[in-house]
């Protein structure tokens, strides 16, 4: 069988992981809110932000790539609330994003002593694994979120990552087959990469 290609895999988990960020996904709602009074320049400026203000904030800076000022408005949440999970786990994924990886695992670990049966944070924690060469603990952390959400289809391709690493090629072809199970489609590279990966490990 051909061996895999470790850059590509790795670099996929990445891009993965983005899309990880806790709160961004919430629907539009479907009526048009009550217009609201605006506060003046001088109320705006005497009024502090909320912890769910700099959460926010640290998202939309988080969407753009601006993860330094992202770090810096999901720690001053923390500050104000220290159990915002929602805010430790995305301060992980800026962490991650800007290369600060013991810094990621430090946030996830925290996130998951509050909320331990998060599948999201445990397939992040994972991917911060992977990348610090942690096959073992990523293992554990990937299976972790799959045994909690039996369909989250980015976990199972990263089992798949995983099991290439460390050779074990049919536990990565189920993992990958798995991963084409429950694929929604959203991620075209996920989705072609998966299939490439399978045919090499098959010998196809």
């Known amino acids: 069988m051909k061996r895999m290609h470790k850059a590509s895999a790795l670099f996929l988990i990445a891009l993965l992981l983005g899309s990880w960020l806790a709160g961004c996904g919430a629907p539009a709602p479907t009526t048009e809110p009550e217009p609201q009074p605006q506060p003046t320049a001088v109320e705006t400026a005497a009024q502090p932000a909320t912890a769910q203000e700099l959460f926010q904030a640290g998202n939309e800076h988080a969407r753009v790539g ?14 104000l609330e220290p159990d915002h999970v929602s805010a430790m786990t995305n301060l992980g994924v800026a ?12 946030e996830y670990q925290k996130a998951l002593e509050i909320d331990p049966d998060d599948e999201a944070i ?9 990348q610090q060469g942690k096959l073992q603990e990523a293992l554990e952390s990937y299976t972790r979120a799959v045994e909690l959400d039996p369909t989250l289809s980015q976990a ?3 089992l798949g990552v995983v099991y290439m690493q460390m050779e074990q090629n049919e536990d990565a072809i ?13 991620d075209a590279m996920a989705t072609s990469l998966a299939q490439q990966y399978l045919d090499q490990l098959k010998g196809e």
């Not at 601006?66 to 500050?79: G, V």
């Not at 962490?95 to 430090?106: I, K, M, S």
Request: proline share 0%.
């Open 174 to 186: 189920q993992a990958f087959e798995n991963f084409q199970q429950y694929d929604d489609g959203e």
């Open 66 to 79: 601006e993860f330094e000022e992202a770090i810096a408005a999901y720690q001053a949440a923390l500050e």
């Open 156 to 158: 199972y391709f990263g």
């Open 122 to 130: 445990h397939s992040n924690l994972a991917a911060a694994y992977v």
């Open 95 to 106: 962490y991650y994003n800007n290369g600060q990886l013991d810094e990621a695992v430090a």
